[in-house]
Protein backbone atom coordinates (compact mmCIF):
# COMPACT_ATOMS: atom_id res chain seq x y z
CA UNK A 1 0.00 0.00 0.00
CA UNK A 2 1.24 3.31 -1.03
CA UNK A 3 1.23 6.17 2.01
CA UNK A 4 -0.59 8.31 -0.40
CA UNK A 5 -2.09 8.18 -3.98
CA UNK A 6 0.54 9.05 -5.70
CA UNK A 7 0.17 9.92 -10.00
CA UNK A 8 -2.97 9.11 -11.65
CA UNK A 9 -2.35 6.33 -13.91
CA UNK A 10 -0.44 6.41 -17.79
CA UNK A 11 1.90 4.79 -19.93
CA UNK A 12 5.07 6.96 -19.91
CA UNK A 13 7.05 6.79 -23.53
CA UNK A 14 10.04 8.54 -24.82
CA UNK A 15 9.80 10.04 -27.98
CA UNK A 16 12.79 9.10 -30.59
CA UNK A 17 11.62 11.11 -33.45
CA UNK A 18 9.25 13.94 -34.21
CA UNK A 19 7.87 12.22 -36.74
CA UNK A 20 7.03 9.73 -33.29
CA UNK A 21 5.16 12.52 -31.55
CA UNK A 22 3.48 13.60 -34.74
CA UNK A 23 2.54 9.94 -35.45
CA UNK A 24 0.73 9.44 -31.47
CA UNK A 25 -0.64 12.85 -31.49
CA UNK A 26 -2.40 11.48 -34.73
CA UNK A 27 -3.51 8.60 -33.52
CA UNK A 28 -4.37 9.01 -30.32
CA UNK A 29 -5.07 13.02 -29.92
CA UNK A 30 -5.94 13.78 -26.50
CA UNK A 31 -5.14 10.81 -24.54
CA UNK A 32 -1.40 11.73 -24.87
CA UNK A 33 0.38 14.47 -22.92
CA UNK A 34 3.18 16.07 -23.31
CA UNK A 35 5.91 16.08 -21.44
CA UNK A 36 8.86 18.25 -20.77
CA UNK A 37 10.30 18.34 -16.95
CA UNK A 38 6.63 17.74 -15.25
CA UNK A 39 6.42 20.00 -12.56
CA UNK A 40 3.24 21.75 -13.85
CA UNK A 41 1.74 18.44 -15.31
CA UNK A 42 2.27 16.16 -12.69
CA UNK A 43 0.65 18.68 -9.99
CA UNK A 44 -2.00 19.06 -12.18
CA UNK A 45 -2.69 15.61 -12.68
CA UNK A 46 -3.06 14.68 -9.60
CA UNK A 47 -4.75 17.70 -8.34
CA UNK A 48 -7.69 16.65 -10.75
CA UNK A 49 -6.36 13.12 -10.57
CA UNK A 50 -6.58 13.12 -14.77
CA UNK A 51 -4.82 9.91 -16.04
CA UNK A 52 -3.54 9.94 -19.56
CA UNK A 53 -2.87 6.85 -22.08
CA UNK A 54 0.36 8.33 -22.94
CA UNK A 55 2.76 10.20 -21.20
CA UNK A 56 5.07 11.57 -24.49
CA UNK A 57 8.70 12.13 -22.80
CA UNK A 58 9.80 15.07 -25.48
CA UNK A 59 12.95 15.91 -23.48
CA UNK A 60 15.03 13.49 -25.41
CA UNK A 61 14.48 14.98 -29.17
CA UNK A 62 17.73 15.97 -30.69
CA UNK A 63 17.99 20.07 -30.32
CA UNK A 64 15.84 19.90 -27.67
CA UNK A 65 18.22 20.46 -24.33
CA UNK A 66 20.35 22.71 -27.04
CA UNK A 67 21.36 26.74 -26.95
CA UNK A 68 22.66 28.11 -29.63
CA UNK A 69 24.07 31.77 -29.72
CA UNK A 70 25.07 33.70 -32.66
CA UNK A 71 26.52 37.14 -32.95
CA UNK A 72 23.85 38.45 -35.85
CA UNK A 73 20.96 36.55 -35.68
CA UNK A 74 20.36 35.67 -31.77
CA UNK A 75 20.04 32.90 -29.44
CA UNK A 76 18.18 29.59 -30.32
CA UNK A 77 17.03 27.76 -26.65
CA UNK A 78 15.62 24.52 -27.05
CA UNK A 79 12.31 23.51 -25.27
CA UNK A 80 13.86 21.12 -22.77
CA UNK A 81 16.43 23.93 -21.63
CA UNK A 82 15.85 23.96 -17.92
CA UNK A 83 15.48 27.54 -16.03
CA UNK A 84 18.53 26.44 -13.91
CA UNK A 85 20.79 25.78 -17.62
CA UNK A 86 18.97 29.31 -18.80
CA UNK A 87 20.16 31.09 -15.66
CA UNK A 88 23.72 30.12 -15.76
CA UNK A 89 24.39 29.93 -19.32
CA UNK A 90 27.30 32.37 -20.54
CA UNK A 91 26.11 33.83 -23.68
CA UNK A 92 21.64 34.04 -21.61
CA UNK A 93 23.67 36.18 -18.81
CA UNK A 94 25.99 38.37 -20.98
CA UNK A 95 23.08 39.26 -24.26
CA UNK A 96 20.21 38.15 -22.51
CA UNK A 97 20.45 38.82 -18.96
CA UNK A 98 16.84 39.30 -18.07
CA UNK A 99 15.99 36.11 -19.22
CA UNK A 100 18.16 34.87 -16.76
CA UNK A 101 17.20 37.01 -14.02
CA UNK A 102 13.54 35.98 -15.06
CA UNK A 103 14.58 32.07 -14.53
CA UNK A 104 15.87 33.21 -11.13
CA UNK A 105 12.73 33.78 -9.67
CA UNK A 106 10.97 30.78 -10.51
CA UNK A 107 10.01 28.59 -8.02
CA UNK A 108 13.58 27.28 -5.89
CA UNK A 109 16.67 25.57 -6.85
CA UNK A 110 15.45 22.08 -7.42
CA UNK A 111 12.08 22.76 -9.02
CA UNK A 112 14.41 24.99 -11.75
CA UNK A 113 16.43 21.82 -12.27
CA UNK A 114 13.25 20.44 -14.12
CA UNK A 115 11.39 22.97 -14.76
CA UNK A 116 12.15 24.22 -18.66
CA UNK A 117 11.64 26.88 -20.62
CA UNK A 118 9.50 24.92 -23.26
CA UNK A 119 7.53 24.03 -19.94
CA UNK A 120 6.51 27.02 -18.98
CA UNK A 121 5.51 28.37 -22.20
CA UNK A 122 3.25 25.94 -22.92
CA UNK A 123 1.73 25.69 -19.79
CA UNK A 124 0.34 29.35 -21.15
CA UNK A 125 0.04 30.36 -17.71
CA UNK A 126 -0.96 34.41 -16.77
CA UNK A 127 1.87 34.24 -14.38
CA UNK A 128 4.37 32.57 -15.88
CA UNK A 129 7.42 34.14 -15.15
CA UNK A 130 9.48 33.74 -18.23
CA UNK A 131 6.47 35.59 -20.38
CA UNK A 132 7.39 39.45 -19.35
CA UNK A 133 10.60 38.51 -20.21
CA UNK A 134 10.37 36.91 -23.39
CA UNK A 135 7.52 39.19 -24.64
CA UNK A 136 10.19 42.28 -23.82
CA UNK A 137 13.00 40.47 -25.81
CA UNK A 138 10.60 40.11 -28.32
CA UNK A 139 10.88 35.91 -28.51
CA UNK A 140 9.40 33.80 -31.21
CA UNK A 141 8.45 30.16 -30.49
CA UNK A 142 9.74 27.16 -33.15
CA UNK A 143 7.05 24.70 -33.58
CA UNK A 144 6.88 21.30 -35.54
CA UNK A 145 4.05 19.84 -36.66
CA UNK A 146 3.17 17.26 -39.52
CA UNK A 147 3.72 20.05 -42.08
CA UNK A 148 7.23 21.24 -40.99
CA UNK A 149 8.25 24.05 -39.09
CA UNK A 150 6.56 27.13 -38.13
CA UNK A 151 7.30 30.30 -36.57
CA UNK A 152 5.06 32.32 -34.48
CA UNK A 153 5.61 35.53 -32.28
CA UNK A 154 4.98 34.78 -28.09
CA UNK A 155 2.08 37.19 -28.25
CA UNK A 156 0.31 35.40 -30.74
CA UNK A 157 1.07 32.02 -29.44
CA UNK A 158 -0.96 32.44 -25.83
CA UNK A 159 -4.38 33.16 -26.17
CA UNK A 160 -5.78 32.57 -22.99
CA UNK A 161 -4.84 31.55 -19.58
CA UNK A 162 -3.87 27.31 -20.30
CA UNK A 163 -4.23 28.16 -24.01
CA UNK A 164 -2.20 28.09 -26.66
CA UNK A 165 -1.87 29.00 -30.80
CA UNK A 166 -0.47 24.87 -30.58
CA UNK A 167 -2.62 23.45 -33.26
CA UNK A 168 -3.32 20.08 -33.58
CA UNK A 169 -0.51 17.59 -33.73
CA UNK A 170 2.25 20.22 -33.29
CA UNK A 171 4.78 20.92 -30.58
CA UNK A 172 6.91 23.55 -29.21
CA UNK A 173 10.64 22.61 -30.23
CA UNK A 174 12.52 25.70 -29.60
CA UNK A 175 12.73 29.34 -28.66
CA UNK A 176 14.03 32.12 -30.40
CA UNK A 177 15.06 35.52 -29.33
CA UNK A 178 16.41 38.15 -31.21
CA UNK A 179 19.70 40.10 -30.12
CA UNK A 180 18.15 42.80 -28.00
CA UNK A 181 18.99 46.73 -29.90
CA UNK A 182 22.30 47.27 -28.84
CA UNK A 183 22.76 49.08 -25.19
CA UNK A 184 20.03 47.70 -23.58
CA UNK A 185 19.26 46.61 -20.37
CA UNK A 186 16.90 45.12 -18.58
CA UNK A 187 14.83 44.37 -15.31
CA UNK A 188 12.56 41.86 -14.19
CA UNK A 189 10.38 43.07 -11.11
CA UNK A 190 8.75 39.82 -9.41
CA UNK A 191 6.19 40.66 -6.51
CA UNK A 192 4.75 37.44 -4.40
CA UNK A 193 3.06 36.85 -1.56
CA UNK A 194 6.91 36.40 -0.27
CA UNK A 195 9.94 37.20 -1.00
CA UNK A 196 11.61 34.51 -3.34
CA UNK A 197 9.57 30.87 -4.09
CA UNK A 198 6.43 32.14 -4.85
CA UNK A 199 4.38 32.78 -7.86
CA UNK A 200 4.19 36.26 -9.00
CA UNK A 201 0.81 38.58 -7.76
CA UNK A 202 2.56 40.85 -10.30
CA UNK A 203 5.48 40.70 -12.53
CA UNK A 204 6.96 43.55 -14.61
CA UNK A 205 9.82 43.48 -17.10
CA UNK A 206 11.10 46.30 -18.63
CA UNK A 207 13.63 47.19 -21.33
CA UNK A 208 15.26 50.20 -22.51
CA UNK A 209 17.83 50.66 -24.83
CA UNK A 210 19.38 54.25 -26.74
CA UNK A 211 17.16 55.55 -29.56
CA UNK A 212 18.05 58.92 -30.96
CA UNK A 213 15.30 58.60 -33.32
CA UNK A 214 12.58 59.50 -30.66
CA UNK A 215 12.65 62.96 -28.15
CA UNK A 216 13.23 60.73 -25.23
CA UNK A 217 16.45 59.56 -26.54
CA UNK A 218 15.74 55.93 -25.05
CA UNK A 219 12.92 53.08 -25.90
CA UNK A 220 11.06 51.35 -23.20
CA UNK A 221 9.66 48.03 -23.56
CA UNK A 222 7.26 46.82 -21.28
CA UNK A 223 6.03 42.97 -20.41
CA UNK A 224 3.70 42.20 -17.57
CA UNK A 225 2.09 39.00 -16.30
CA UNK A 226 -0.66 37.81 -14.05
CA UNK A 227 -3.07 40.73 -14.32
CA UNK A 228 -4.74 39.58 -17.63
CA UNK A 229 -5.82 36.35 -19.03
CA UNK A 230 -2.08 35.87 -21.01
CA UNK A 231 0.98 37.96 -20.14
CA UNK A 232 1.45 41.26 -22.84
CA UNK A 233 3.06 44.34 -23.65
CA UNK A 234 1.64 47.73 -23.14
CA UNK A 235 2.84 49.32 -26.52
CA UNK A 236 0.48 52.14 -25.63
CA UNK A 237 2.74 52.92 -22.67
CA UNK A 238 5.62 52.56 -24.70
CA UNK A 239 4.82 54.66 -26.99
CA UNK A 240 4.16 57.80 -24.28
CA UNK A 241 7.52 57.15 -22.99
CA UNK A 242 9.13 57.75 -26.44
CA UNK A 243 7.69 60.81 -27.40
CA UNK A 244 8.45 63.16 -24.58
CA UNK A 245 11.63 64.18 -22.58
CA UNK A 246 12.25 61.55 -19.92
CA UNK A 247 11.43 62.60 -16.49
CA UNK A 248 10.07 60.94 -13.39
CA UNK A 249 6.79 62.96 -13.84
CA UNK A 250 6.19 61.04 -17.48
CA UNK A 251 7.53 58.11 -15.82
CA UNK A 252 5.10 58.11 -13.22
CA UNK A 253 2.22 58.84 -15.83
CA UNK A 254 3.11 56.00 -18.16
CA UNK A 255 3.36 53.47 -14.94
CA UNK A 256 -0.55 54.53 -13.96
CA UNK A 257 -1.46 54.17 -18.16
CA UNK A 258 0.17 50.32 -17.32
CA UNK A 259 -2.44 50.00 -14.51
CA UNK A 260 -5.30 51.22 -16.15
CA UNK A 261 -4.37 48.73 -19.16
CA UNK A 262 -4.19 46.06 -16.69
CA UNK A 263 -7.10 44.04 -16.05
CA UNK A 264 -6.46 41.49 -13.37
CA UNK A 265 -9.33 39.24 -11.34
CA UNK A 266 -9.82 38.41 -7.51
CA UNK A 267 -7.55 35.33 -6.77
CA UNK A 268 -6.13 33.45 -3.98
CA UNK A 269 -2.92 35.39 -3.99
CA UNK A 270 -4.46 38.63 -3.82
CA UNK A 271 -7.73 41.38 -4.86
CA UNK A 272 -7.56 43.07 -8.00
CA UNK A 273 -6.93 46.49 -6.39
CA UNK A 274 -3.93 45.22 -5.18
CA UNK A 275 -2.74 43.72 -8.06
CA UNK A 276 -3.74 46.75 -9.99
CA UNK A 277 -1.63 49.01 -8.05
CA UNK A 278 1.47 47.02 -7.94
CA UNK A 279 1.22 46.89 -11.56
CA UNK A 280 1.65 50.77 -10.92
CA UNK A 281 4.42 50.64 -8.55
CA UNK A 282 6.45 47.42 -9.95
CA UNK A 283 5.95 49.31 -13.58
CA UNK A 284 8.05 52.72 -12.13
CA UNK A 285 10.29 51.11 -9.94
CA UNK A 286 11.57 49.15 -13.05
CA UNK A 287 11.21 52.38 -15.18
CA UNK A 288 13.23 54.30 -13.30
CA UNK A 289 16.03 51.18 -12.11
CA UNK A 290 16.58 50.97 -16.17
CA UNK A 291 16.32 54.39 -16.90
CA UNK A 292 19.21 55.06 -14.20
CA UNK A 293 21.43 52.42 -15.21
CA UNK A 294 20.97 53.54 -19.53
CA UNK A 295 22.29 56.69 -18.05
CA UNK A 296 24.80 55.98 -15.88
CA UNK A 297 26.15 53.44 -18.06
CA UNK B 1 -0.89 -1.06 -15.61
CA UNK B 2 2.63 -0.57 -17.72
CA UNK B 3 6.35 -1.60 -15.78
CA UNK B 4 9.20 -1.10 -16.96
CA UNK B 5 12.42 -2.61 -15.63
CA UNK B 6 15.12 0.06 -14.90
CA UNK B 7 18.29 -0.02 -12.86
CA UNK B 8 19.28 3.08 -10.50
CA UNK B 9 22.74 3.86 -8.87
CA UNK B 10 21.50 4.36 -5.33
CA UNK B 11 24.38 5.51 -3.06
CA UNK B 12 27.12 3.92 -5.19
CA UNK B 13 25.08 0.56 -5.20
CA UNK B 14 22.79 -0.28 -8.33
CA UNK B 15 19.38 -1.73 -7.82
CA UNK B 16 17.35 -3.19 -10.52
CA UNK B 17 13.49 -2.93 -9.95
CA UNK B 18 10.40 -2.82 -11.48
CA UNK B 19 8.45 0.00 -11.91
CA UNK B 20 4.73 1.37 -13.36
CA UNK B 21 5.41 4.29 -15.79
CA UNK B 22 3.66 6.66 -13.01
CA UNK B 23 5.78 5.62 -9.75
CA UNK B 24 7.45 8.56 -8.96
CA UNK B 25 11.30 8.49 -7.75
CA UNK B 26 9.97 9.17 -3.95
CA UNK B 27 7.75 6.51 -4.30
CA UNK B 28 10.05 4.12 -6.04
CA UNK B 29 12.76 4.92 -2.79
CA UNK B 30 10.56 5.10 -0.17
CA UNK B 31 8.04 1.96 -0.84
CA UNK B 32 9.93 -0.16 -3.60
CA UNK B 33 13.94 -0.54 -2.05
CA UNK B 34 13.64 1.12 1.45
CA UNK B 35 15.08 4.25 1.42
CA UNK B 36 12.78 6.16 4.18
CA UNK B 37 14.86 8.88 4.92
CA UNK B 38 13.78 10.63 2.14
CA UNK B 39 10.40 12.26 2.84
CA UNK B 40 6.94 12.86 1.35
CA UNK B 41 5.48 15.92 2.49
CA UNK B 42 3.42 16.98 0.06
CA UNK B 43 3.72 15.32 -3.19
CA UNK B 44 3.65 18.87 -5.14
CA UNK B 45 7.05 20.51 -5.36
CA UNK B 46 6.41 22.83 -2.37
CA UNK B 47 7.85 21.63 0.59
CA UNK B 48 11.04 19.98 -0.18
CA UNK B 49 11.10 17.00 2.22
CA UNK B 50 11.75 14.57 -0.91
CA UNK B 51 14.75 15.85 -2.08
CA UNK B 52 17.60 13.76 -3.52
CA UNK B 53 20.37 14.24 -5.72
CA UNK B 54 20.24 13.62 -9.22
CA UNK B 55 23.81 13.24 -10.91
CA UNK B 56 24.75 15.37 -8.04
CA UNK B 57 21.71 18.07 -8.61
CA UNK B 58 19.14 18.66 -6.15
CA UNK B 59 15.86 17.29 -7.52
CA UNK B 60 12.39 16.61 -5.71
CA UNK B 61 11.66 13.31 -5.84
CA UNK B 62 7.67 13.32 -5.74
CA UNK B 63 8.20 15.56 -9.50
CA UNK B 64 10.04 13.18 -11.32
CA UNK B 65 9.33 9.59 -12.27
CA UNK B 66 11.79 6.67 -11.50
CA UNK B 67 11.75 5.50 -15.02
CA UNK B 68 13.02 8.67 -16.96
CA UNK B 69 15.94 7.89 -14.44
CA UNK B 70 16.70 4.41 -15.92
CA UNK B 71 20.74 4.46 -15.53
CA UNK B 72 21.23 7.53 -13.49
CA UNK B 73 23.02 8.14 -10.09
CA UNK B 74 21.12 8.74 -7.01
CA UNK B 75 21.96 10.05 -3.67
CA UNK B 76 19.60 9.73 -0.95
CA UNK B 77 20.42 11.26 3.05
CA UNK B 78 21.17 7.51 3.36
CA UNK B 79 24.29 7.93 1.32
CA UNK B 80 25.71 11.06 2.96
CA UNK B 81 27.74 9.47 5.77
CA UNK B 82 30.69 7.38 5.16
CA UNK B 83 31.60 4.74 7.26
CA UNK B 84 29.15 5.42 10.03
CA UNK B 85 31.01 9.08 9.78
CA UNK B 86 29.01 11.92 9.05
CA UNK B 87 29.50 15.04 6.89
CA UNK B 88 30.91 18.30 8.42
CA UNK B 89 27.57 19.91 7.13
CA UNK B 90 25.58 16.73 9.25
CA UNK B 91 28.03 17.27 12.09
CA UNK B 92 26.89 21.21 12.01
CA UNK B 93 23.47 20.24 12.10
CA UNK B 94 23.49 18.03 15.00
CA UNK B 95 26.25 20.46 17.32
CA UNK B 96 23.56 23.48 16.54
CA UNK B 97 20.63 21.82 16.88
CA UNK B 98 19.19 22.47 13.38
CA UNK B 99 17.21 19.37 13.69
CA UNK B 100 13.32 19.60 16.13
CA UNK B 101 10.90 17.29 14.22
CA UNK B 102 13.89 16.42 11.44
CA UNK B 103 10.97 15.83 8.56
CA UNK B 104 12.65 18.41 7.30
CA UNK B 105 16.32 17.23 7.55
CA UNK B 106 16.70 15.05 5.19
CA UNK B 107 16.08 17.34 2.14
CA UNK B 108 17.43 20.41 3.71
CA UNK B 109 20.98 18.42 4.01
CA UNK B 110 20.50 17.47 0.08
CA UNK B 111 19.84 20.96 -0.63
CA UNK B 112 22.65 22.25 1.40
CA UNK B 113 25.16 19.48 0.21
CA UNK B 114 24.86 20.45 -3.53
CA UNK B 115 24.81 24.53 -2.49
CA UNK B 116 28.16 23.62 -0.50
CA UNK B 117 29.58 21.40 -3.52
CA UNK B 118 28.67 24.47 -6.41
CA UNK B 119 29.52 26.93 -3.67
CA UNK B 120 31.94 25.74 -0.93
CA UNK B 121 31.35 29.68 0.91
CA UNK B 122 27.91 31.15 0.42
CA UNK B 123 26.76 33.93 1.68
CA UNK B 124 23.67 33.84 4.42
CA UNK B 125 21.69 35.08 1.22
CA UNK B 126 23.21 32.25 -1.24
CA UNK B 127 22.23 29.97 1.36
CA UNK B 128 18.53 31.48 2.07
CA UNK B 129 18.16 31.31 -1.85
CA UNK B 130 19.40 27.72 -1.97
CA UNK B 131 17.24 26.43 0.85
CA UNK B 132 13.94 28.55 -0.83
CA UNK B 133 12.41 25.25 -1.38
CA UNK B 134 12.89 23.20 1.51
CA UNK B 135 9.83 24.11 4.42
CA UNK B 136 10.85 23.57 7.96
CA UNK B 137 7.89 24.14 10.80
CA UNK B 138 9.91 23.91 13.37
CA UNK B 139 13.30 25.32 14.01
CA UNK B 140 12.34 28.90 12.24
CA UNK B 141 15.54 28.40 9.90
CA UNK B 142 18.44 30.61 11.58
CA UNK B 143 19.67 27.39 13.28
CA UNK B 144 19.43 25.55 10.08
CA UNK B 145 21.64 28.90 8.17
CA UNK B 146 24.06 28.58 11.56
CA UNK B 147 25.14 24.78 10.43
CA UNK B 148 25.28 25.62 6.75
CA UNK B 149 27.22 28.60 7.67
CA UNK B 150 29.40 26.67 10.01
CA UNK B 151 29.92 23.18 7.74
CA UNK B 152 31.35 25.64 4.99
CA UNK B 153 33.88 26.96 7.40
CA UNK B 154 34.88 23.44 8.78
CA UNK B 155 35.75 22.10 4.92
CA UNK B 156 32.25 22.45 2.59
CA UNK B 157 30.38 19.19 2.23
CA UNK B 158 32.81 16.30 2.96
C1 LIG C 1 6.40 24.29 -6.26
C2 LIG C 1 6.25 24.94 -7.61
C3 LIG C 1 6.58 26.29 -7.74
C4 LIG C 1 6.46 26.91 -8.97
N1 LIG C 1 6.82 28.22 -9.07
C5 LIG C 1 6.72 28.87 -10.25
C6 LIG C 1 7.07 30.24 -10.35
O1 LIG C 1 7.52 30.88 -9.39
N2 LIG C 1 6.94 30.84 -11.57
C7 LIG C 1 6.48 30.17 -12.66
O2 LIG C 1 6.39 30.77 -13.73
N3 LIG C 1 6.14 28.86 -12.58
C8 LIG C 1 6.23 28.20 -11.41
N4 LIG C 1 5.86 26.87 -11.32
C9 LIG C 1 5.32 26.20 -12.50
C10 LIG C 1 6.32 25.36 -13.34
O3 LIG C 1 7.38 24.89 -12.56
C11 LIG C 1 6.89 26.13 -14.54
O4 LIG C 1 5.85 26.61 -15.34
C12 LIG C 1 7.84 25.26 -15.39
O5 LIG C 1 8.65 26.08 -16.19
C13 LIG C 1 7.12 24.25 -16.27
O6 LIG C 1 8.08 23.52 -17.01
P1 LIG C 1 8.09 21.92 -17.10
O7 LIG C 1 9.22 21.55 -17.96
O8 LIG C 1 8.06 21.32 -15.76
O9 LIG C 1 6.69 21.70 -17.85
P2 LIG C 1 5.76 20.40 -17.97
O10 LIG C 1 5.01 20.24 -16.70
O11 LIG C 1 6.51 19.24 -18.47
O12 LIG C 1 4.77 20.92 -19.12
C14 LIG C 1 3.92 22.03 -18.94
C15 LIG C 1 2.78 22.00 -19.96
O13 LIG C 1 3.24 22.17 -21.28
C16 LIG C 1 2.92 21.05 -22.11
N5 LIG C 1 4.10 20.81 -22.93
C17 LIG C 1 5.33 20.45 -22.45
N6 LIG C 1 6.20 20.42 -23.46
C18 LIG C 1 5.55 20.76 -24.59
C19 LIG C 1 5.96 20.93 -25.95
N7 LIG C 1 7.24 20.74 -26.33
N8 LIG C 1 5.04 21.29 -26.87
C20 LIG C 1 3.75 21.52 -26.46
N9 LIG C 1 3.30 21.39 -25.19
C21 LIG C 1 4.20 21.01 -24.26
C22 LIG C 1 2.64 19.93 -21.15
O14 LIG C 1 1.79 18.95 -21.71
C23 LIG C 1 2.02 20.68 -19.99
O15 LIG C 1 0.67 20.95 -20.25
C24 LIG C 1 5.98 26.20 -10.09
C25 LIG C 1 5.64 24.85 -9.96
C26 LIG C 1 5.76 24.21 -8.74
C27 LIG C 1 5.41 22.77 -8.62
S1 LIG D 1 7.13 15.87 -1.18
FE1 LIG D 1 8.23 16.58 -2.86
S2 LIG D 1 8.31 18.70 -2.54
FE2 LIG D 1 7.01 18.03 -0.93
S1 LIG E 1 12.73 20.29 12.06
FE1 LIG E 1 10.62 19.94 11.99
S2 LIG E 1 10.12 20.58 9.98
FE2 LIG E 1 12.14 21.19 10.17
Same mark, same amino acid.
Given at each position: ??????? &? @?? $?? %?? *?????? =????????????????????????????????????????????????????????????????????????????????????????????????????????????????????????????? &? @?? $?? %?? *?????? =??????????????????????????????????????????????????????????????????????????????????????????????????????????????????????????????????????????? | ??????????????????????????????????????????????????????????????????????????????????????????????????????????????????????????????????????????????????????????????
Amino acid at each position: MLARPGL &P @DF $EY %MK *AESAQD =VFHLLKEKGNEVKLLLGGTDLFVQMRDRNESAGILLDLKYLPGMKDISYDKKTGINIGAAVTLNQISAHPDVKKHFQILSQAANTVGNYQLRNRATLGGNICNASPSADMAPAALVLEGEVSLSG &P @DG $ER %ML *ALDQFW =VGPGKTALKECEFLTAVHFPNPPSGAVGRYLKLGRSKMGDLAIVGVAVLGYPDPEVPAGIRFRIGINSTAPTAYRVPQVEELLAQAPLNDELLRQASEEAMKISAPIEDVRATALYQKKMVNNLTFKGLKEVWSQLINS | MVTHTISLIINGTEEQLQVPSNMTLLHALRDKLGFTGTKNGCEAGECGACTVLVDGEPMNSCLVLAVELNGREITTVEGLAEDGKLTPLQQAFADLNAVQCGYCTPGMLMSATALLKRNPHPSEVDIQEALIGNLCRCTGYQRIIDAVLKASRNGGER
